[in-house]
Every structure is written in structure tokens, then in C-alpha cells.
């Protein structure tokens, strides 16, 4: 149970501490063990998805299930939205019929920093542009802590696309407060410099990256989000760096191979790796509806305390 938490809201990893993300943790790791019954019972969770998800949005429709909430249909492409109406106006409106969770998914970034204080129901991310998809970086911090049990002195790599992956934020801002060392990888227009400055190690080079790493957390190539000239064509792209089989030995024995998906096989990762000893992807996702469970659960404690 996470006692301490008094968030209504979940919008990113980065404004939480140590201890709060040890919680979620906590929470998710309890909830595989012994499922609570009726936690959001009388609740109603409302899905606003402005972009495509299969793993994020059926996990967390499963876990408020899975907690007794009413998850209520609602399809962005479908509803008013469509037809101009604001995304304060929808939740608002949404609230008067009862809804007490909004999921969001949506292609601007921090725009639920906006709307979050503006409405009495909690607010979870699922992802919002580059910005941040805090569940799934706790998702991929619950299948490592099962595998070390903590992460001090553990160093994460994180490879490929991360200018425009919201998971590489969230990943590197939880896996430093937990004591990780984080460095990402990739060609350079992919990964500028300057994100050293919020902490994370630069390597161009995959195999100096890999060479020792205690994990590696593989990023898809980002070709919606992608404008001309960041690679010069996926064949090299997967020549440079895609985790084959020989890149993956360069790590730890047993080190694990993470992607949150949806995955692009033959490009950033090989389908033998994917498919092979290391891989916990699969593993990621299982434990998503737990640590999706644990989210939408802390913050119901944070909504009704504040009402
Ligand atoms: N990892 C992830 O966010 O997957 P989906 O886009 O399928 O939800």
C-alpha cells in the first residue's frame, strides 16, 4: 500500500521522488501477489487515446477492471473532438456523467500539465508526445527490480530513437533517482548531445555502449514522428545499430534486453534477440496491468483525499 501518496494525478516520473516510485512499485509488485478486490468499485475510467496504442490502452483497461471500476467506451476520432470541441470541454463533460479517471494518450507534449488542476477527476499519462509515458518506465523499472531486486550500481542502455521517446525521459529521470546509472545511444541526430544535461551518458558508438551494460532497453525507430534526414535509410540504420545477437553478447551474461513496442523487427532489434533468452519483452507487458493497477489505485487514494 502506498501510504505516503497524495497525488491525484500521475502526469510524468520526473517531479517524483525515490521513495514515491519505490511505492508504485511496492504496490504493482503486492497486487502480483495477491490481487485486491473492489478497490475502484463505483469508479469510472474514461480512455482519451488521440494516438494509436494496443499495449498501454488494453492494460490499463484490464487493470481497472481488474480493480471492479466501469471503464467507459470513448473513441477520440469518434467523439466531438472531432468537431472542435476543447479537451477541458470533453473532460468536463465527461465528469458530469461521472467519470473519476482519465487515461490519456495524446500527441502534445505536457499538455496535461494544462488540464490536469482544472478537473476533480485523476489524471494519468499514457503518454503525451515527447514528453513522458510514466507507466511504462515503470513498468520496465518493476521487470528489472524483479530480475536485481535494486539498481544501485546498475547501468541501463537505452538505444536508439530517444529525441522523440517519451520513454527514454521516463526511463532516465526513475532509473537515476533509483540509483541507475542511464546512457543512451544512437546515431546523433537521434541522440543530440545535450542530453547530458539532464543526466544522461552520450554514446554513439553501440558497441562502447553495450560493452559490460547490466541492460539494455531497445527503442523502436519513430517513423511517424520522423521529418526527413534523422537516418539516411533504415538498412543503415540497422547496420549501425540494430541489437543483433553479437551486440547483445557484449553485455553482462544474462543481462536482459527490454522494448517497450510495438517493435520494428529487422530494424532496431533482430528477431532472434526479440524472441531469445534475454528478451523480457513480454514480461513487460504482463507486468504493465500491475503496475497499471498500482497507478490508477494511488491516485484514487490522492483524488478522494483532496475532495
Ligand atoms: N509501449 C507502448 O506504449 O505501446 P502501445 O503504443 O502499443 O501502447
Same mark, same amino acid.
Given at each position: 500500500?502506498?501510504?505516503?501518496?497524495?497525488?491525484?494525478?500521475?502526469?510524468?516520473?520526473?517531479?517524483?521522488?525515490?521513495?514515491? @516510485?519505490?511505492?508504485?512499485?511496492?504496490?504493482?509488485?503486492?497486487?502480483?501477489?495477491?490481487?485486491?478486490?473492489?478497490?475502484?468499485?463505483?469508479?469510472?475510467?474514461?480512455?482519451? $487515446?488521440?494516438?494509436?496504442?494496443?499495449?498501454?490502452?488494453?492494460?490499463?483497461?484490464?487493470?481497472?477492471?481488474?480493480?471492479?471500476?466501469?471503464?467507459?467506451? $470513448?473513441?477520440?476520432?469518434?467523439?466531438?473532438?472531432?468537431?472542435?470541441?476543447?479537451?477541458?470541454?470533453?473532460?468536463?463533460?465527461?465528469?458530469? @456523467?461521472?467519470?473519476?479517471?482519465?487515461?490519456?494518450?495524446? =500527441?502534445?507534449?505536457?499538455?496535461?500539465?494544462?488540464?490536469?488542476?482544472?478537473?476533480?477527476?485523476?489524471?494519468?499519462?499514457?503518454?503525451?508526445?515527447?514528453?513522458?509515458?510514466?507507466?511504462?518506465?515503470?513498468?520496465?523499472?518493476?521487470?528489472?527490480?524483479?530480475?536485481?531486486?535494486?539498481?544501485?550500481?546498475?547501468?541501463?542502455? @537505452?538505444?536508439?530513437?530517444?529525441?522523440?521517446?517519451?520513454?527514454?525521459?521516463?526511463?532516465?529521470?526513475?532509473?537515476?533517482?533509483?540509483?541507475?546509472?542511464?546512457?543512451?545511444?544512437?546515431?546523433?541526430?537521434?541522440?543530440?548531445?545535450?542530453?547530458?544535461?539532464?543526466?544522461?551518458?552520450? =554514446?554513439?558508438?553501440?558497441?562502447?555502449?553495450?560493452?559490460?551494460?547490466?541492460?539494455?532497453?531497445?527503442?523502436?525507430?519513430?517513423?511517424?514522428?520522423?521529418?526527413?534526414?534523422?537516418?539516411?535509410?533504415?538498412?543503415?540504420?540497422?547496420?549501425?545499430?540494430?541489437?543483433?545477437?553479437?551486440?547483445?553478447?557484449?553485455?553482462?551474461?544474462?543481462?536482459?534486453?527490454?522494448?517497450?513496442?510495438?517493435?520494428?523487427?529487422?530494424?532496431? @532489434?533482430?528477431?532472434?534477440?526479440?524472441?531469445?533468452?534475454?528478451?523480457?519483452?513480454?514480461?513487460?507487458?504482463?507486468?504493465?496491468? $500491475?503496475?497499471?493497477?498500482?497507478?490508477?489505485?494511488?491516485?484514487?487514494?490522492?483524488?478522494?483525499?483532496?475532495?
Amino acid at each position: 500500500m502506498t501510504k505516503d501518496w497524495g497525488r491525484k494525478d500521475l502526469l510524468g516520473l520526473e517531479g517524483l521522488g525515490a521513495a514515491e @516510485i519505490e511505492a508504485l512499485l511496492d504496490e504493482a509488485a503486492s497486487f502480483q501477489e495477491s490481487p485486491p478486490k473492489n478497490v475502484l468499485a463505483g469508479r469510472t475510467v474514461a480512455f482519451l $487515446f488521440s494516438e494509436a496504442s494496443t499495449r498501454t490502452r488494453s492494460s490499463f483497461e484490464e487493470a481497472a477492471l481488474r480493480l471492479g471500476a466501469e471503464p467507459l467506451s $470513448f473513441s477520440a476520432a469518434g467523439s466531438s473532438l472531432a468537431k472542435g470541441e476543447t479537451m477541458l470541454d470533453t473532460m468536463k463533460n465527461l465528469e458530469a @456523467i461521472g467519470v473519476t479517471h482519465f487515461v490519456v494518450r495524446h =500527441e502534445r507534449s505536457g499538455v496535461l500539465e494544462d488540464l490536469a488542476p482544472k478537473v476533480a477527476a485523476s489524471v494519468v499519462n499514457a503518454g503525451d508526445g515527447w514528453h513522458e509515458h510514466p507507466t511504462q518506465a515503470l513498468l520496465d523499472l518493476l521487470t528489472l527490480r524483479e530480475l536485481w531486486g535494486g539498481f544501485k550500481g546498475k547501468r541501463v542502455v @537505452i538505444l536508439g530513437d530517444i529525441r522523440h521517446s517519451r520513454v527514454a525521459r521516463s526511463n532516465l529521470f526513475a532509473l537515476k533517482k533509483l540509483g541507475a546509472k542511464v546512457t543512451f545511444c544512437g546515431p546523433t541526430p537521434l541522440v543530440p548531445d545535450a542530453f547530458a544535461a539532464i543526466g544522461a551518458q552520450v =554514446e554513439h558508438d553501440v558497441e562502447k555502449a553495450l560493452k559490460g551494460a547490466d541492460a539494455v532497453n531497445v527503442l523502436r525507430l519513430q517513423l511517424e514522428r520522423m521529418e526527413q534526414g534523422f537516418v539516411t535509410s533504415l538498412a543503415d540504420y540497422a547496420l549501425s545499430y540494430q541489437l543483433t545477437q553479437a551486440r547483445a553478447a557484449l553485455m553482462k551474461p544474462d543481462a536482459p534486453v527490454l522494448h517497450p513496442g510495438p517493435m520494428n523487427r529487422g530494424v532496431e @532489434i533482430a528477431s532472434e534477440v526479440a524472441d531469445g533468452p534475454r528478451s523480457l519483452i513480454l514480461k513487460q507487458v504482463s507486468n504493465g496491468v $500491475f503496475v497499471r493497477m498500482a497507478v490508477l489505485a494511488a491516485c484514487d487514494r490522492g483524488r478522494t483525499a483532496h475532495v
